[in-house]
């Protein structure tokens, strides 16, 4: 059984422009310790699917028209708020992108973390402080008894997202979503994080749900990908499968427009691939393939009937007309 | 932390000290001369100079304001020129009536507003929100001596129970004080009410939008939690702001409510000390009210640095 | 080849003011003696990570922010001294286009009137001429001249930093300096401004400076590169070199921190400790002592110098020198 089963997610947001179909039809599954990519660019709608997951989408607007999620065998959709709560931050947590927001400026670091513990362990004040100084040592944060009491703006963006990290992985939770966990930071400490995440995710058994625009990273962390393109999943696979030997247009676009090291040096400067025209709004009615419009093989089928998955391979899905 | 205090305190006596310029100036500005008022049309030239040379009105504007204020350091506001007592001692004697109008309509203010703003902000766009939205233009449009006259209409024709005549201290007869200052407080409150209930709302709309909001329910806070602490916390330090500003509004309001309601305030003694030409006295409540105006900022500025530890430590 | 701009020791402290009286109590020493210079027709690129003073440098050189110290030489003309009517025509020919092309565009303004304006402050053209050469400019960063009259927010963000770089070409620039230019752009879009601007610079003769963050962009896009730390420059190459033969432990780890897209290239990361240190108190000596693996004792005490590596490769650093 897999850890995590998402099943046709639909998720619509209702606004004064219409309705945006922010996700349509996402189906995937994840298995125990598994490390699954889920790539695409902005407003592509995989952040909202991620989030869809815990119900952390504003409702309203937002409002999840369609579709399953199993967790551990219960429906996370179906499940009363009391239950969820439960769920939240000690089965399946979230780290989220921007490191400088997503702490409460008010309270201390130690306060927000032990927070957790109090929560989903019930733990008094001494006991969640001793745990908070115990989380805080294995992200690596120095002198962890003086950090409990500083506030969130004393420390730089890589200490902030070292404590969001002690916040999802305090209660060694299953399953981790990382939302562009580390877009915001430096080079060196986006290096840092990762291994961090890598590191502790692997001794708590955690499962990881990476969401991320840089191809480099889904390839060099996780064992699956995602590529969704306007809120639909486009291609899966294996990360050597996919990168090696991508089948839909977008893909092969996307890893082809990206500058890569070393190239140039090698073969001299040639221009970058180019995807022509831009991402579709998510408001607008596309009855075929949502990246005709775009891509330079489309056919007359593609413009009028929406392409259905079609498994290349055992582990290697495509929706694309081509391959159908 | 230390230095902002400092900072602010520096700030506070340079504002007091333009305050008592333009106070002194605007106060002889006041069209009317007072002695003549005093002695009436029928006073001969001699009587109303001699008058004026006992008062120092005689002296340039500069030497009285140089004399006004350098007995304003010693702590004298100088005297009544109705009352022949000190300024000072009249205001001390008022100001526990106002003092405590202010507050009362502050408290019940924010005691309305704090819930109301919640659930709106809880539950923006819906009906509650929605019918909220107009009430709350209708609380800040009509002007709290309006409600004062209303208040007043009301008690006298449905619970004259609650009508009093005589006003009593707070100490010597609680009750009678309480039936006394509520309506007016009542009266003061709604407007404020409607101010904050509004800052309230758009102030916790934005915060519940932030990402901390989103990290304290993926933690799997509950809702109250949420709201009550994470989200509370960081919308009533951008309330306390607007209650330090709108202290300014309360003070004139309470001018009004006092003389409609007949509660000895300091607004009433400034408003009869205006009305009869009473320089040192006009000039000592408005000064006086001034001054707590800026303290009361003051004291919501260092408030302010104490909770946002972004100021506090920095 | 002619160098076209020229830095020497260039030099921006911001004053730190603290206490009642705000007195000046430290400095952020954002650029701390930078030199470098730019021959007509190159591209060179200034990466590292935030606070090591890379926009900092940008904006001094278009002296946007005044030079604390140093010389920059514009065409042969020292540019630090000029008064600010000849400033501005010295401008004109030096352009910046940014990183969020939405925040640094009117929002009320045509894209017509945005380019216009350019035209305008330098008295360039007037009437038909003015307008022609708007619909040239649309032109040649690809937008359709039709939408001349469509306003900032009706447009993608890929359009929107095409408008910006129209507007950047529209008083007939030598050198653009593009500060983050692509890195708030999605991949696809990426692409597309990135071939646009090499395609300008060969259409048009012009120069770049590119601040980035994102070392594969740059070693596409740049013919040189300096590497930035703390306001210092501490090793400067040909892209070749740069990335075939990285001399400092800062651009090893820089470039080792890059998640290649190939996923049988297990890269060997160099993990960095720490954080950058603070630009108010940095470390004395080479500043890259607390994080460096290779530190010794004379590195906490000499600031290394930048000196010639072999070739076109400069580094600062006291054992890498051959």
Redesign the interface.
Known sequence: MPLLDVKNLSVNFNTLEGTVRAVQGVSFSLKKREIIGIVG??GCGKSVTVRSI?R?I?M?PGEISEGRIMFNGENLLALD?KRL??????NI??I?Q?PM????????IGNQIS??FK??QKMNKQRARKATINILEKVSIPSPEKRFEE?P??L????RQRV?IA?ALACQPKLLIADEPTTAL???????I??LMLQLSDQFDTSILLIT?????V???ASKVIVMYAGKIIETGS??SI??HPFHPYTI???K?????????QYG?K??????G??PSMNENISGCWFAPRCDQSMDICRKVAPLQKYIDSDHSVSCWLFN | MYTFIVRRLLLAVFVLFCLSIIVFFAVHMIPGDMVQVMLGPAATKEAIAALRKSFGLNQPLYVQYFLWILNLLQGNLGESLRMGAPVLDAIISRFPVTLELILLAMGLALLIAFPIGIICAVKHNSWFDHLLRPVSVIGLSVPDFWWAVILIIVISTYFPQFYIVEYMGFFDNFAVNLKAILPAAIALGITMSAVIIRFVRSSLIEVLQTDYITTARAKGLSETVTIGKHALRNTSTDVLTIIGLQMGALISGAVLVEVVFGLPGVGRLALDAVRQRDYPMVQGTVLFMASFFIFINLLVDILYGILDPRIRIS | MENLLQVNNLKKYFPVKRGVFKRTFGHVYAVDGVSFHLAKGETLGIVGESGCGKSTTARAILRLTEPTKGEIYFQGQNICKLDSSRMKSIRKKMQMIFQDPYGSLNPRMTVGNIIGDSIDIHKLYRGNRKKERIVYIMESVELNPDQIGRYPHQFSGGQRQRIGIARALATEPELIIGDEPVSALDVSIQAQIINLLENLQTRFGLSYIIIAHDMAVIEHMCDRIAVMYLGRIVEMADFKSLYGNPLHPYTQALLSAVPVIDPDTEGKTIILKGDVPSPINPPPGCHFHTRCIHKKEECEQKVPHLKPAGGDHFVACHFKHK
């Open positions: 660019e902005s815990l952390l504003p309203p708020q709560r439960g769920i939240r931050g000690s947590s979230m989220f921007e927001t997503s702490l409460n400026p008010v309270f201390t927070e957790t929560v989903h506030y703006h004393q730089s963006g890589g200490m969001m916040i430096d080079m060196t400490v986006q290096a840092q990762l291994d625009h840089d191809l480099g990273i390839a060099q962390t990360v050597s990168f090696k676009g996307l890893i427009s990206l500058p890569r090291m070393g190239l140039r040096s400067k221009p970058l691939h180019e995807i022509p831009i991402v």
